[in-house]
C-alpha cells in the first residue's frame, strides 16, 4: 500500500524509547523521493590545498597510526589527530567536580574539564574516492581502522563513550551525532556544521566549542555566532556540562566510551570533501546513549530476548549478507534511514574481526549505492551506535550495536525539537520497498 493512501500512525521505536509520527499526506510517492540538494560529488573536483590528500601530510594535525603501518609504503588510510578538536587529550580529566565527589544531591549547573579525544580517519588518500567507492575489504579495512582506535582509546580508564560518524554535506548534523541527542536532555554533545566558513547567527542554547563544530547544550538563553573556521579560537580549556541527575553514575571512571561517525557532504555536516570519518571519545555517557540501553534493558526484562535480535521482519528487511541485515527500522525516525545489524547478538563494534568486517563493507556499500541512486546522492550521516564500557562485562544480553545511515531529506522543526517527537512522510514499508528495488548497475 502506498504511502499517501495509508492514514496517520504513531508507532513507538523501542530501541531508542520514543515516538514517530507517520504522516503520509505530507509526502509524495515514495519512489519519488529526492533529495533537492544534490552534491554533485564536490569531492570530483580535488583542491590542491586539501590536506587530506597523499603528499599533503604535513599540513595535517599529527599522525596517530596509519594502513599499512610501514611508513615507507604509499598509505591507504590514515588516522590523526582533529586539527580544531572539540575536547582535548592535553588537559587532565576531572575525576571529580571543582574539588569535590560528585553526588546525587548535587544541585545546579555542574562543569567538568574537557578532556577527551577527537580524531579523525582519513579513508583514502584519493580526493576523488568516496568510501562507497572502496571494494567490501576496503571498505572492511576502514571499519577495522575503526576497532583499532577504539581499543586504543578504550584502554584509557577515563572514557565512557567513543563516536564514530560519517557525513556528507549538510548544514546541521546536531541531532544525529550522539542519536538525536538535542532533543533529549540535560548533557548534548551535538556536532554543528560549519556553514561555508562564513559566519551565522544562530538563536540556540548551544555552547561552541570548536570548529567541526561542537556544543553542550545548557539551560541558557544566549545567543551564539558561527565564525568563520580560520578564526576560530578553541578555548585553552573546554568544559563539558551535565546535570546532578547523571553524575552518580558517570565518574567511577573517566572515558569508558566511544562514537563513530561519517558526515558525508556539506549539509550533513561535512566540513572537507575528501571522504573521511571521525571519532570522539568522551568522559560522560550521553543520555541518548543511557535511554537506548534504558529501553533495551526494559525490552529483555519484559520478554527475555534482546530487542534488534528481534527486529527482523520481511517488511522491512532490505538486503542481507553472511554477518548482517540491513533494515529500515518499524519507528524510523528519518525517511529512509537503514540500519544495519549484526545477525548474531553483539553487544560491542569492537568485537568485530576481519571475516566480518569485509562483510559489513559489502552490505554498506550496498546500501550507500542503493541511497545515491535512488535518492539522487543525498547528503547523510552513518553512526555507529555500540555499548559503553562496562568493567570486565565483554557482553549483555540486552545490548546489540548496530550502524544507522541517515540520508538528509527532511528539515527538523519547532515542533520535533520542541517535543522530541519526530514527523516522517515515509512509511518504513515503503522505503523498505522502494531500497529492495533499486538495481545497481554492473
Known amino acids: 500500500m502506498a504511502s499517501q493512501n495509508r492514514n496517520p500512525e504513531i508507532r513507538k521505536d523501542t530501541v531508542n ?8 499526506a505530507r509526502a509524495r510517492r515514495p519512489s519519488d523521493f529526492k533529495s533537492k540538494s544534490n552534491t554533485a560529488n564536490p569531492s570530483n573536483n ?29 598509505w591507504r588510510i590514515r588516522v590523526i589527530q582533529n586539527l580544531y ?42 580526493h576523488s574516492v568516496r568510501l562507497e567507492d572502496l571494494d567490501p575489504v576496503g571498505i572492511g579495512v576502514v571499519l577495522l581502522a575503526y576497532k583499532k582506535r577504539i581499543d586504543q582509546l578504550r584502554c584509557h580508564d577515563s572514557i565512557k563513550y567513543i563516536q ?33 566558513r562564513s559566519a551565522l547567527p544562530i538563536a540556540s542554547p548551544w555552547f561552541v566549542t570548536s570548529t567541526c563544530i561542537w556544543a553542550a547544550r545548557l539551560n541558557m538563553r544566549e545567543s551564539v555566532k558561527l565564525v568563520p573556521y580560520r578564526s576560530f579560537k578553541l578555548p585553552k580549556l573546554a ?8 553524575i552518580a553514575s558517570e565518574y567511577i571512571k573517566i572515558l569508558q566510551d566511544f562514537e563513530v561517525f561519517k558526515n558525508h557532504g556539506a549539509s550533513a555536516g561535512a566540513s572537507m570533501s575528501h571522504s573521511h570519518s571521525q571519532i570522539m571519545a568522551l568522559p560522560v555517557v550521553p543520555p541518548t546513549v543511557s535511554a537506548r540501553l534504558h529501553s533495551m534493558k ?27 541485515i540491513s533494515i529500515v527500522p518499524f519507528a524510523a525516525t528519518f525517511p529512509f534511514e537503514i540500519w544495519i545489524i549484526p545477525l548474531d547478538h553483539s553487544s560491542h563494534f569492537h568485537d568485530i574481526d576481519s571475516e566480518k568486517a569485509a562483510d559489513l563493507g559489502g552490505l554498506l556499500k550496498l546500501m550507500l549505492r542503493k541511497m545515491s541512486l535512488q535518492l539522487n546522492n543525498p547528503p547523510f550521516n552513518f553512526m555507529i551506535h555500540s555499548t559503553p564500557f562496562q568493567g570486565t562485562c565483554s557482553q549483555l544480553p540486552y545490548a546489540h550495536w548496530f550502524l544507522q545511515i541517515v540520508p538528509q531529506l527532511t528539515v527538523v522543526a519547532g515542533f520535533e ?12 514499508e515503503d522505503a523498505a520497498k522502494v531500497l529492495r528495488e533499486v538495481c545497481i548497475p554492473s
Open 298 to 324: 526494559e525490552h529483555f526484562d519484559q520478554t527475555g530476548r534482546c530487542s534488534l535480535c528481534d527486529i527482523r521482519s520481511d517488511d522491512l528487511l532490505i538486503d542481507e549478507s553472511a554477518h548482517f
Open 46 to 74: 580535488p583542491s590542491e590545498n586539501c590536506p587530506f590528500c597523499l603528499g599533503r601530510e604535513h599540513d595535517c594535525a599529527p599522525e596517530i597510526f596509519r594502513v599499512p603501518e610501514n611508513p615507507s609504503s604509499r
Open 417 to 428: 525539537m520542541g517535543t522530541g517527537c519526530q514527523i516522517n512522510p515515509v512509511f518504513p
Open 17 to 24: 524509547n520514543r515516538w514517530v509520527i507517520f504522516s503520509p
Open 85 to 126: 578538536p572539540a575536547l582535548s587529550r592535553e588537559i587532565e580529566p576531572s575525576s571529580s567536580v571543582h574539588g569535590e565527589s560528585p553526588s546525587p544531591a548535587s544541585t545546579g549547573n555542574v562543569a567538568i574539564s574537557g578532556f577527551g579525544f577527537h580524531d579523525v580517519v582519513i579513508e583514502s588518500p584519493v
Open 164 to 196: 564514530v560518524e560519517t557525513s556528507k554535506k549538510s548544514n546541521i548534523a546536531s541531532e544525529l551525532s550522539f542519536g538525536g541527542l538535542i532533543s533529549c536532555g540535560k548533557v548534548s554533545l551535538i556536532s554543528v556544521a560549519q556553514v561555508n
Open 239 to 246: 568544559l563539558a556540562f551535565m546535570t546532578s541527575a547523571m
